[in-house]
């Protein structure tokens, strides 16, 4: 998820209908630099430790949502080549 003002969309104004579809200019990944794949990052772990912290509730209707299991999770990521954040030794 993201925000930005880069691109001012017709619509803004709730005086008059929108377009249904518009355009937009955005940059290129290879002229992203460091600092924003330093947030994607921070991103991906923050939710990752969310997850993990959670602990499975019980709601409305007896709709249950479980917590995430750190060694299932762990397991999937190696399966799927995604442990590439850890640290390299400990692979």
């Avoid at 803004?12 to 994607?40: C, G, I, K």
């Avoid at 997850?51 to 019980?58: D, H, I, R």
């Amino acid at each position: 998820m993201a925000f930005s003002t880069a691109n001012r969309l017709p619509g803004s104004n709730v005086t008059w209908r929108a377009p249904l579809t518009s355009q937009v200019n955005v940059l290129s990944n290879n002229y992203m630099d460091p600092f924003f794949d330093a947030v994607v990052e921070a991103t991906q772990e923050a939710i990752l430790n969310a997850q993990l912290a959670a602990k499975t509730m019980v709601g409305r209707d007896r709709v249950t949502a479980y917590r995430l299991d750190a060694e299932r999770l762990v397991h999937v990521l190696r399966k799927y080549d995604r442990m590439k954040f850890a640290n390299p030794k400990r692979r």
